[in-house]
């Protein structure tokens, strides 16, 4: 069993980016799943990896399967972060995101993202503000789920081959929970590749519609409320009222001589 609280998962190719999130001292477990053909990659990624197993298929969806076979054991952890192999992120990003997860009870979360995205609602918020964001979203590129939420989850990852529209369906298995899933925007990922799933997978936006469907479900993204400084959460109706508040005492304080 390992003593890490946290484990990253990764189904990762030939041009896998994970060696950037290393720096010898890492705080968290490395699961690679390596879906390529080439043994010597192979080998190399063992040595990065605190498990490395190798299968074919697309990353959610994969990960089901192998647990449901018992060929992958993610039990024990406290947060599970189920990366794409194209994310460039450094060491100290990926240690503070863990422990900003842990500290504000995220259920399902991830970094604010720039690069290649795919749904505005994960890039950083305009806010200056904004240390995170609660909503309704995150994303199947680099969802982090804490115990709780992928006991819950985890089947729904089998729902669709290409993940389409499964990342719609979380926010109601969890409940609906108004701080139960975070976008941190005090920590940034970068995607940096565009996305292909289409291309692999040309049916994913009919299957995705046919999955909304099956559960009544709409597509929703939206903020629900933003934490401003630790502790401190504003719904998202009373922002713009926030801000202004700020402003109006930064005028004061401006003009009040000193004494």
């Known amino acids: 069993m390992s003593q890490n609280k946290f484990a990253i998962v990764s189904a990762v190719g030939d041009n896998s980016l994970h060696p950037t999130w290393l720096d010898g001292t890492?705080?968290?477990d490395l699961i690679l799943i390596y879906f390529g053909d080439d043994s010597n990659v192979a080998q190399d990624y063992?040595?990065?990896?605190?498990?490395l197993i190798r299968a074919k298929g697309q990353k959610l969806h994969m990960i089901e399967r192998l647990v449901r076979e018992n060929k992958l054991n993610i039990e024990g952890y406290e947060y599970v972060w189920f990366m794409d192999d194209d994310i460039l992120i450094d060491p100290a990003a990926i240690h503070e995101f863990f422990r900003l997860s842990a500290k504000y009870s995220a259920l399902i979360s991830q970094p604010s993202t720039v690069g290649f995205t795919s749904h505005a609602i994960t890039n950083p918020s305009p806010k200056r503000n904004s240390l995170?964001?609660?909503t309704t979203f995150v994303e199947v590129m680099a969802p982090c789920f804490s115990a709780k939420a992928l006991s819950k989850c985890l089947e729904s990852f089998g729902e669709?081959?290409?993940?389409w529209g499964v990342d719609y369906l979380w926010f109601g298995i969890l409940g609906k929970p108004e701080r139960g899933?975070?976008?941190f925007d005090a920590v940034t990922m970068e995607h940096t590749q565009p996305v292909n799933s289409i291309a692999r997978f040309p049916n994913a936006m009919i299957n995705m519609e046919r999955l909304l469907n099956k559960y009544g479900i709409k597509?929703?993204?939206r903020n629900i409320g933003y934490l401003v400084r630790p502790g401190i959460w504003i719904p998202n109706n009373l922002m713009k009222f926030y801000r202004f508040c700020l402003n109006l005492n930064r005028m004061v304080s401006r003009k009040i001589p000193d004494v």
């Open 26 to 28: 890492k705080s968290f």
């Open 46 to 51: 063992a040595k990065d990896a605190d498990l």
């Open 132 to 134: 995170a964001r609660a």
């Open 160 to 163: 669709e081959e290409s993940s």
């Open 181 to 183: 899933l975070l976008i």
């Open 219 to 221: 597509k929703d993204q």
